[in-house]
Structures are given as C-alpha cells and as structure tokens.
C-alpha cells in the first residue's frame, strides 16, 4: 500500500515531538479542555473529547489530571477560554503546511505564527490555499509481527483504506469516523497500539532528496512545533527513508 519513505517520516517527527514531554502534557490537556467545552463531558456522546482523553491516556497523563481538564472545559472549574484556530503556508522547496492551534488570543498567536514562518524560509498562505491539499484520517500506529496481508485481513472491514510498516511497527489510515472501531480491532486482535488520533493526510506529496533542504523544512516545522499554541503541525514532505537514517544517526 503506501511507500516506505513517508512511513519513516512520520515516525521521526513523531519521536522527536514526544521527547518534549511537559510541552506534549500541556498540549493534551488543552485539547481535553477545549473538546469539554465545545460538546460536553460524556466522552460516550463527544467523540472529540473521547479521541482527546484517548490521545491522553496513551501518553501517560493522570487520570486526575484529565479530571480536572474536563471539568474546567465544561465551567466546573475556572480555567482560561481556549479557540481552535488554523494557519496555512508554505516552507522551503514549497512544502505545504498546516498549523492547528488552541489559543487564548488570537492576534498574538497569528503574528508568531506568521514570524516563525518568515524567519525559517516559508511565508503565510490565505485560508484555504493549501488545506485542499490534505484529508483529515484516522491514524493508529501500532506494533505487530504479524505478516500485511494478516493484518489487513483483521482490519478492513473496520475501515482501514491503507497500510505501510519498518520493521515491527505499522501505519494504518481509516475514516475519522472509524477511529475507534480501528482501534478497538487492532487491540482485539492482540496487538499493542503506540498512537491513534485524528490527522491532516496529504494527498499528494512533495518528494525531497537533498539533505540540506530536508533540514531547511524540517527546522521550520520543529519551531512550529515548539510555540505554545500549536497543537498540530502536518505537511505534504515525502522524505527518503535514507536521508532519515542519515538524520537520525546525527
């Protein structure tokens, strides 16, 4: 199903963003927070908020905590009010990028975001001029030894639409509305899910090849990645799994 080189990319990205462990907590419970107050504390009825404590509880954060985050997202507790906004651009080699982020004041969170973007090579886009360039997907990331065709036999009737692995570790790609059912097979079928959450999937790539301009895309990425507002950085790069062994090994 997909090629090998976007699965290797996802997967250092991904690793280098749990490494910022207090900043990954801060950023989970604003999203619980944010998902209480758009639709409820009963994560049976509110799938964001389920997905959210979901995202939660794989990472580690205290069930107290997730308490607490619900209850001031619903008004139970005084906590700050949070909007969800989204900002488009472009990094270097045209690489397409969305920035989702929770903020408390919009016009500041703007103006960084449009900063870092300058200061690292990319510029800011008009709403809509590259969000067509992605799908929102269910996205699991989980362990098993088991062969692809094995697997897609456990899984396709739970919505799975596409498939790539390194190694033990698999990537599978659903409906957002089949987020829990796809998750709920891989689990029934024995496997150990590392991620599952609601994503921006390209569908259609940028291929890179040179290392210097991976690293131009990847630092604007990381600095988007580090400001306190964002919540989630997606991008259309297609990276050679080489050239991410070459990265890793730095």
């Known amino acids: 199903m997909s090629g090998h080189s976007k699965w290797a990319t996802t997967k250092y990205?991904?690793?280098?963003?749990?490494?910022?462990?207090?900043?990954?907590?801060?950023?989970?419970?604003?999203?619980?927070?944010?998902?209480?107050?758009?639709?409820?504390?009963?994560?049976?009825s509110n799938?964001?908020?389920?997905?959210?404590?979901?995202?939660?509880?794989?990472?580690?954060?205290?069930?107290?905590?997730?308490?607490?985050?619900?209850?001031?997202?619903?008004?139970?507790?005084?906590?700050?009010?949070?909007?969800?906004?989204?900002?488009?651009?472009y990094g270097p080699s045209g690489v397409a990028v969305i920035v989702e982020c929770l903020s408390d004041n919009r016009n500041r969170?703007?103006?960084?975001?449009?900063?870092?973007?300058?200061?690292?090579?990319?510029?800011?886009?008009?709403?809509?001029?590259?969000?067509?360039?992605?799908?929102?997907?269910?996205?699991?990331?989980?362990?098993?030894?088991?062969?692809?065709?094995?697997?897609?036999?456990?899984?396709?009737?739970?919505?799975?639409?596409?498939?790539?692995?390194?190694?033990?570790?698999?990537?599978?790609l659903a409906p957002p509305s089949d987020l829990a059912n796809l998750r709920g097979t891989i689990e029934n079928s024995g496997w150990t899910v590392i991620s599952a959450d609601l994503a921006m999937v390209a569908n259609q790539s940028i291929a890179l090849n040179d290392l210097g301009e991976v690293k131009k895309v990847l630092k604007l990425l990381d600095a988007l990645e580090e400001h306190d507002d964002a919540q989630n950085v997606y991008d259309n790069s297609d990276i050679p799994a080489e050239i991410i062994e070459a990265l890793s090994s730095e």
């Open 13 to 44: 990205r991904k690793g280098a963003q749990d490494k910022a462990r207090a900043k990954l907590f801060a950023k989970l419970i604003r999203q619980i927070e944010v998902a209480a107050r758009e639709g409820g504390s009963d994560t049976t």
């Open 47 to 89: 799938a964001t908020l389920r997905t959210a404590v979901s995202k939660a509880r794989d990472n580690s954060v205290p069930a107290d905590t997730i308490e607490r985050a619900i209850k001031r997202g619903t008004g139970e507790l005084e906590g700050v009010r949070y909007e969800s906004i989204s900002y488009e651009g």
């Open 109 to 172: 969170t703007g103006a960084e975001i449009r900063s870092l973007f300058s200061r690292n090579g990319g510029s800011m886009a008009e709403p809509g001029s590259v969000a067509w360039q992605f799908e929102r997907k269910a996205v699991i990331r989980f362990k098993s030894d088991a062969d692809e065709e094995k697997i897609l036999g456990e899984l396709i009737d739970s919505g799975c639409e596409d498939l790539s692995n390194q190694e033990n570790e698999w990537l599978a």
